[in-house]
């Protein structure tokens, strides 16, 4: 199948993804020509799921950046709090950069199912986030609590608690899980500003990519639908929107 047929696939629910590869490629091209660093001197923490497709998915380019360090839990939340990304801050070089890439994601099977992906092995399709839908199945049924944060599921009780606060925009919506995983995105983004915001920094720049990130069936790849791509010059303190540099090009 050609990019171009995978895109239209993707874009059926979000008009503005590329895929992760052209995303990864064109922020190194940004890193070299415009801050005139190179990729090893960036440190990379992404906060994004721990679902073992997100490693399957990954593209070889971001191992040219120095990390990652793994910030994200269940739908990407970044769990590892303020610690975590001191000690993100902590290791990396003086005169480069940290980019951090965060967000929920979703899946978007070959035959166009929403909140599905077709899983390496597997014979039937798999729910994709499947914390996110585990979330929503109890929100719709009336089981979740306010409050109700435990210490054996923590992570989930969050993203319950996260969706909770939303009820009646999410269960209104044409589609409930994704309204859902802009719930979810719009609580991530909130909290990495908030972590940024509290954290020192030893370096040039700060470079945040927010997104919701699109997995689909093993031969499909993976898609980004970039929501913020900012820059944020340490030294003068100056914050600039590149957005578009992360959105689709009129060739594809």
Do not use: W
């Not at 608690?161 to 994704?178: F, G, H, M, T, Y």
């Amino acid at each position: 199948m050609k990019k171009r047929e995978k895109l239209a696939i993707i874009r059926q629910y979000y008009h503005d993804a590329i895929t992760t590869i052209d995303g990864v490629n064109r922020l190194i091209d940004f890193v070299e020509e415009t801050l005139d660093l190179e990729p090893g001197q960036v440190m990379l923490a992404d906060s994004i799921c721990s679902d073992d497709v997100n490693s399957i998915q990954y593209p070889a380019r971001a191992h040219e950046f120095l990390g990652p360090f793994k910030m994200g839990g269940l739908d990407g939340f970044p769990f590892t709090g303020l610690t975590g990304m001191g000690a993100f801050a902590s290791h990396v070089p003086d005169d480069g950069a940290v980019f951090v890439y965060y967000g929920p994601h979703v899946g978007v099977s070959k035959n166009g199912a929403f909140g599905e992906i077709h899983r390496f092995g597997q014979s039937k399709n798999s729910g994709c986030c499947g914390a996110a839908k585990g979330a929503l199945n109890k929100l719709i049924n009336g089981q979740v609590t306010a409050g109700n944060v435990t210490d054996i599921d923590y992570q989930m009780n969050t993203i319950e608690q996260i969706l909770l606060k939303e009820k009646d925009r999410v269960l209104s919506a044409a589609i409930p899980l994704k309204e859902a995983t802009e719930v979810i995105y719009e609580a991530i983004d909130r909290r990495i500003e908030e972590l940024v915001a509290a954290t020192q920094y030893n370096c040039r720049y700060v470079i945040l990519m927010g997104a919701i990130l699109i997995n689909s069936d093993s031969d499909m790849g993976s898609f980004n639908c970039a929501r913020k791509f900012d820059v944020i010059n340490l030294k003068t303190n100056e914050r600039q929107s590149l957005l578009h540099l992360m959105k689709p090009n009129p060739i594809n």
